[in-house]
């Protein structure tokens, strides 16, 4: 069984829609989770992290975590051509990270 | 200018031939990590340190070896055991011991073998 899970998609979305992007995780032991943008040929780099059950919001983007389901997502709000990319999910333990496969997103004009 | 790099962009490798990617951060961070993206895959990680002259093996270590003589320095060599060495390769460092610190990347090693 995969560490962290995600739907490797495309997920197509209008420009100015709103984009859901999901991940469950299989250890409950999981402390923090984050979330990575990787444009194609490129590393990734932070969107948001969150640690604590509830909403984080941070401009267009919030995460949402629900521990008891292990279930981590990522909303983006209005989004825009320059958010077409694929988004990791990963899972921090004891400084060790989990990657998910990441979902891919196609935003269209 | 604080960050992490890697060298080089590009590297081809022939068959039985052993390669070291180069990684160097200067964030003063502790742990350092080496990962592995096959296309359309996730990070699978090979090695990770969390302190100087420590590290161990992450889920795919077979076939690489590493080093951590510095703090700042966490080389990767590609041996010749490695017989799909095709990949991108991603080096990272990480803050020790606080949950809410992420890892930054570098800019990545693409290996291509001849």
């Known amino acids: 069984q995969k560490e962290v899970e995600q739907n490797s998609g495309p997920l197509s979305v209008p420009e100015g829609a709103i984009a859901s992007l999901n991940c469950t995780y299989s250890?409950?032991?999981?402390?923090?989770f984050f979330w990575y943008r990787q444009y194609s040929g490129k590393s990734p780099e932070l969107i948001m992290f969150?640690?604590?059950?509830g909403d984080k919001e941070d401009g267009r983007f919030t995460a949402q975590l629900n521990k008891a389901s292990q279930y981590v997502s990522l909303l983006i709000r209005d989004s825009q051509p320059s958010d077409s990319a694929t988004y990791l999910c990963?899972?921090?333990?004891?400084?060790?990270?989990?990657f998910g496969s990441g979902t891919k997103l196609n935003v269209k004009p | 200018d604080g960050g992490i790099t890697q060298s080089p962009k590009y590297l081809f490798r022939k068959e039985g031939q052993n390669v070291t990617l180069s990684c160097e951060q200067n964030?003063?961070?502790?742990?350092m990590y080496w990962y592995r993206q096959d296309p359309g895959q996730g990070l699978r990680l090979i090695y990770y340190s969390q302190i100087v002259n420590d590290f161990q093996k992450g889920d795919i270590a077979e076939g690489y070896s590493v080093s951590r003589e510095k703090k700042e320095s966490f080389p990767l060599t590609v041996t010749s055991a490695q017989k799909n060495p095709t990949a991108f390769y991603l080096c990272?460092?990480?803050?020790?011991?606080?949950?809410?610190?992420?890892?930054?990347f570098g800019p990545g090693t693409r290996l291509l073998v001849l």
């Open positions: 250890d409950r032991g999981s402390q923090s």
């Open positions: 990963a899972v921090k333990n004891f400084n060790k990270f989990y």
């Open positions: 969150i640690y604590s059950n």
């Open positions: 990272a460092s990480s803050p020790r011991g606080r949950e809410e610190e992420t890892q930054y």
């Open positions: 964030l003063n961070h502790d742990a």
